[in-house]
């Protein structure tokens, strides 16, 4: 009895030190045709907790967030680098828009029981 209660103990330990020190997988969503002139257009840190333990939380993010009349830059890249690591971050896709339009709409995904912090960068040209 004792010495079944030990093999599980240990493998128990070795799984988690197995979980523990296995890769730092972030979740980026780069997408790029980037030319020599092209600016910052627009940049977010988006994040948001969860207080739920087995719930998801997610957020859209647009830009323009205003049209302004007569100005239609056009994206040229989009870069939502995952900032929370340890693949217990979230995941962005693009919804609407994106590279070679002028507006992008990206929805922010947490996993299970878990919050995401991204920063947003959008780059073009007029």
């Known amino acids: 009895m004792a010495r ?3 093999v599980t103990l240990l493998l128990v330990s070795c799984l988690y030190v197995t979980y523990a020190w296995g890769p730092n997988v972030k979740h980026n969503l780069i997408v ?3 030319g020599p ?9 988006v994040s948001k907790s969860n ?3 087995w719930g998801k939380v997610s957020v859209d993010v647009t830009y323009p967030v205003k049209k302004a009349p007569g100005y239609r830059p056009v994206i040229t890249e989009i870069d939502a680098m995952d900032l929370d690591g340890y693949d217990k ?3 962005a896709t693009i919804t ?4 070679g339009r002028n507006n992008v709409t990206l929805h922010f995904k947490s996993q299970r029981g ?5 920063a947003l ?3 073009g040209h007029n």
Do not use: C, S
Request: aromatic fraction near 22%.
């Open 4 to 6: 079944g209660i030990f």
């Open 89 to 91: 971050g979230g995941y």
């Open 96 to 99: 609407k828009g994106g590279v």
């Open 37 to 45: 002139n092209d600016v910052i257009l627009f940049q977010k840190t």
């Open 32 to 34: 790029v045709r980037k």
């Open 114 to 118: 878990h919050g995401f912090k991204f």
């Open 51 to 53: 207080w739920k333990p």
């Open 121 to 123: 960068t959008v780059f």
